[in-house]
């Protein structure tokens, strides 16, 4: 008998493009279900950039009732007692892009990590193209533009930046990293890339390491632009961007030429593996290995999903991939989940300024 499974989502705010792309995945795998076997998903939705209101509409929903909860946590450690409280009424939790420390769950986000290597490398990369490879013997400056350094997807692609990044300032001392947090808010990565350049010097700007899209082309590029310091792609005196994220305005900087790589957050794979695991959970089943995740035929730019037991979380993470613009795909190209959303709502391809 087919049954309506009330489903508590608890994410950023309504017009945070990413995680809309989350939603859309979310939404798409409810209908295949749906189309399966009859059950229905009611989603009842709240967006917040703030824990504590995070926190009051989950506990609402909580006292209200609800078979399951997609959780995006503004900050995770504000969340534990309340999803301690959900797993003791046996109600499953699956988070999602940033998991709770500390407590039961399944997560479900990509490899943070290695798309922040990916960016890295890719700076490194067209530095040496652009300006040759003894570069770092002239020294300067790599701006990391950090989310919230207590988030488990910032402190993963943190990581993964340094990695390509690190080793270079180590050998060559005149080549430093500053790192600031704003936030994920373009007009506070704006500030801080303008006060770097004050300091430092507009000559002295090797690249910017950004931890997701709204910063690098929210903050970044419109500082380049005040600041005539937005060259060419081929120009010697251009200054890499690299972003992680993969929205569309982020396809369209990249059109204009104004950034340089792009790791993309697979938004409707996490949507759609998140929702999967969550209705498994809802119906007393056994999650699936690696093996099992994906269904016959799914065939994604973002697979293979691993399955990891990282130590942070009593649980397991089902991990999709990163991939790069330019590179295992074009910011043109309609599997990147951002073109796919805006097909889904208009019924064509973005623009992209061509």
């Excluded at 950023?12 to 399966?36: C, H, M, S, T």
């Amino acid at each position: 008998m087919a049954k309506d499974y009330k489903v508590a989502v608890i994410r950023w705010e309504p017009n945070d493009i990413y995680f809309n792309g989350v939603a859309l995945g979310q939404q798409q795998e409810a209908k295949r279900i749906q189309a399966e076997n009859g059950d229905t998903i009611t989603f009842n939705v709240f967006g917040a950039n703030d824990a504590g209101q995070q926190l009051k509409a989950l506990q609402a929903q909580f006292d209200s009732g609800v078979d399951g909860v997609l959780l995006t946590s503004w900050r995770g450690e504000a969340m534990r007692s309340i999803v301690k409280q959900l797993q003791e009424a046996n109600i499953p939790v699956v988070t999602t892009n940033a998991w709770v420390p500390g407590v039961k769950q399944t997560f479900v986000a990509f490899d943070n990590e290695t798309a922040g290597r990916l960016g890295g490398e890719a700076l490194i990369k067209r530095l040496d193209t652009l300006r040759g490879k003894d570069w770092p013997e002239k020294g300067g400056v790599f701006i990391e533009l950090r989310c919230i350094i207590t988030a488990s997807f910032d402190i993963a692609r943190h990581t993964g930046y340094r990695s390509a990044l690190d080793p270079i300032a180590a050998k060559y001392p005149g080549v430093k990293i500053v790192e600031q947090e704003a936030g994920c808010d373009g007009g506070k990565a704006r500030k801080i890339v303008d006060d770097v350049i004050s300091r430092e010097g507009a000559d002295k700007i090797l690249g910017i390491a950004s931890i997701d899209g709204t910063m690098g082309i929210g903050g970044a590029v419109p500082a380049f632009k005040a600041q005539d310091l937005l060259f060419p792609l081929d120009d010697p005196k251009h200054i890499p961007v690299a972003t992680i994220d993969g929205t569309v305005p982020e396809f369209q900087s990249m059109a204009r030429g104004e950034i340089d790589h792009i790791s993309v957050q697979p938004a409707t794979g996490e949507g759609i593996i998140s929702m999967r695991m969550l209705y498994t959970l809802m119906t007393g089943k056994e999650l699936p290995d690696e093996a099992n995740v994906l269904l016959n035929g799914e065939e994604p730019v973002w697979a293979p999903v691993k399955v990891l037991k990282p130590e942070a979380i009593e649980g397991s993470w089902y991990q999709t991939q990163a991939y790069s613009v330019p590179g295992d795909a074009t910011y043109d190209d309609k599997r990147n989940w951002a073109n796919e959303m805006t097909v889904e709502q208009t019924g064509n391809m973005p623009n992209f300024g061509k």
